[in-house]
């Protein structure tokens, strides 16, 4: 998100606050939040692709919501109004080929190109569900095709293909294809949120949501492109309130504008002026000193810290100026005692969603078959890692990130459960309980710190190269 689009959000913020009423205000949102889908997608290579990805985004919504309906409920009016909104804004988007609406879309298809491919794709969801009568065999292809394309988009060969693909459709050079050319904006946290709602749905656990409440939390704008991840339950509580809210509550809204003011300065001031020295394959290379590359770890740690908080912090006070809390996602990570603490407070929304949906069952199952305690807590550990590492990319580098974590957590466990005893009549000794707490911040610090070159590092050969500078062996 860059600052003329949170100069909008702000105006749109300000329109809202002072003409619309709250009966509409669940409206507004939710209008807002489908315009803000294709306004946020970044220009791409592949011709009417940003459209179609921006518009395929909204129809997985609605397609998340047609899976997860409450057993029993009738399609509303409200519901065919929202479904015949999101249709004319993708259709209407096609007008910036005749008038100027680059600050929306950029090189949409022609008129009858999207009305034919919106057709064909609620049709092909048509054919592929209808002849499946039970809901539980739904929801499953539900999920499977979710995973299914979250690991085509997180592959780089599979991404080439298939920009290879989209290329010689279009008629551009297939050979000239990349996994930048299929950068779908928001997908990621998109597709959690789907998942939550076809598990929880699954399990009984999902609230009866209107399509327009399931839309919104789906691409609720401030959120959309990098999170929190707020739970479904918790936006509807949020929708229901608006009708009532004061809008123009003076300690609401100072919250909220002090929350941006701290957010713009946290990614635009500090952590922009850290990236310009923090590690990456290109100034690792240009460092000749142990001490220097040390320098750009550190500020690589620092910027990621305040990069993604910084933009937590603006999605939640925009949030806030519209009258929906997202929940909080970092809590001074990198002062936290141990790794299982660290990962409490680090992008907490994405560490619940693990718990809920991989360690929690995966521990659950385990303990069923009757396997032992420390080794369930191992492999419960290792999975859920694992996943959170290739959530940001099916890379070897992301895979052994999500190693390293994992072994981390099981080997704080396995140390944590032997020590119970000793560290409970440490806490009758002050001083030593102090200097022990203090040691274990600087050691998970540390332990976070050298499981960024594996976040940072492009290959295994260069995280490698990396870790050798920093004992002072080049090669």
Same mark, same amino acid.
């Given at each position: ?22 009966? =509409? ?40 919501w047609w899976l997860t309906r409450a057993p029993g409920r009738a399609i509303q009016r409200e519901d065919v109004a929202v ?32 009305l034919t491919g919106i057709a064909l794709a609620v049709g092909s969801f048509g054919l592929v569900v209808w002849p499946l ?108 309130? &608006? ?22 300065f946290k990614k635009f001031v500090i952590a922009d002026g850290l990236a310009i020295f923090s590690l990456s394959a290109v ?59 660290? =990962? ?8 619940? =969603? ?67 005893? =000793? ?40 995280? &490698? ?11």
């Amino acid at each position: 998100m860059a600052l003329p689009e949170i100069a909008v959000m702000l105006g749109f913020a300000l329109v809202y606050i002072l003409l619309i009423p709250g009966r =509409w205000r669940g409206w507004a949102l939710l209008l807002a939040s489908v315009i803000g889908v294709y306004a946020l997608f970044p220009p791409l290579n592949i011709r009417w692709l940003e459209y179609s990805l921006a518009t395929a985004t909204l129809l997985l919504a609605v397609g998340g919501w047609w899976l997860t309906r409450a057993p029993g409920r009738a399609i509303q009016r409200e519901d065919v109004a929202v479904f015949a909104s999101v249709v004319l804004i993708a259709l209407g988007m096609t007008a910036a080929r005749q008038i100027d609406l680059s600050a929306l879309i950029s090189r949409p298809p022609p008129l009858l190109a999207a009305l034919t491919g919106i057709a064909l794709a609620v049709g092909s969801f048509g054919l592929v569900v209808w002849p499946l009568r039970k809901r539980p065999a739904r929801l499953t292809v539900g999920l499977l095709a979710l995973i299914a394309l979250f690991i085509v988009l997180k592959t780089d060969a599979l991404t080439t293909a298939l920009a290879s693909l989209l290329r010689a459709q279009v008629g551009q050079d297939a050979s000239l294809a990349s996994p930048l050319d299929v950068r779908w904006l928001g997908f990621s946290y998109v597709a959690f949120r789907l998942i939550h709602t076809l598990r929880d749905r699954q399990t009984g656990l999902l609230p009866a949501l209107s399509l327009r409440q399931y839309l919104t939390y789906v691409v609720f704008f401030p959120a959309y492109a990098a999170g929190p991840i707020d739970r479904a339950e918790h936006h509807q509580k949020a929708d229901e309130a &608006l009708a009532t809210l004061n809008a123009r509550d003076p300690q609401r809204i100072t919250i909220a504008l002090t929350r941006i003011g701290i957010g713009l300065f946290k990614k635009f001031v500090i952590a922009d002026g850290l990236a310009i020295f923090s590690l990456s394959a290109v100034t690792a290379a240009q460092v000749e000193t142990t001490a220097g590359l040390w320098l750009l770890l550190y500020a690589y740690a620092f910027r990621l810290y305040f990069d993604f908080s910084g933009y937590t912090d603006i999605a939640i006070g925009i949030g806030l100026l519209f009258g929906v809390r997202l929940p909080e996602n970092f809590d001074r990570p990198y002062l936290r005692p141990n790794i299982a603490a660290f =990962w409490q407070s680090w992008h907490k929304s994405l560490s619940d =969603w693990a718990r809920f949906y991989v360690y929690t069952p995966l521990t659950r199952s385990l303990l069923r078959r009757k396997w032992g305690g420390p080794l369930v807590f191992g492999l419960a550990s290792l999975a859920t890692m694992l996943m959170i590492g290739l959530w940001h990319g099916v890379t070897v580098p992301f895979f052994v990130w999500g190693v390293w974590h994992g072994l981390g957590l099981t080997i704080h466990k396995l140390w944590s459960d032997r020590t119970r005893r =000793w560290y409970r009549d440490l806490q009758k000794r002050p001083g030593q309980r102090q200097l022990w707490q203090v040691g274990g911040v600087l050691l998970t610090f540390h332990f976070v710190l050298l499981g960024w070159v594996w976040f940072a590092a492009p290959d295994l050969t260069s995280a &490698l190269r990396v870790f050798g500078g920093l004992v002072g062996v080049r090669w």
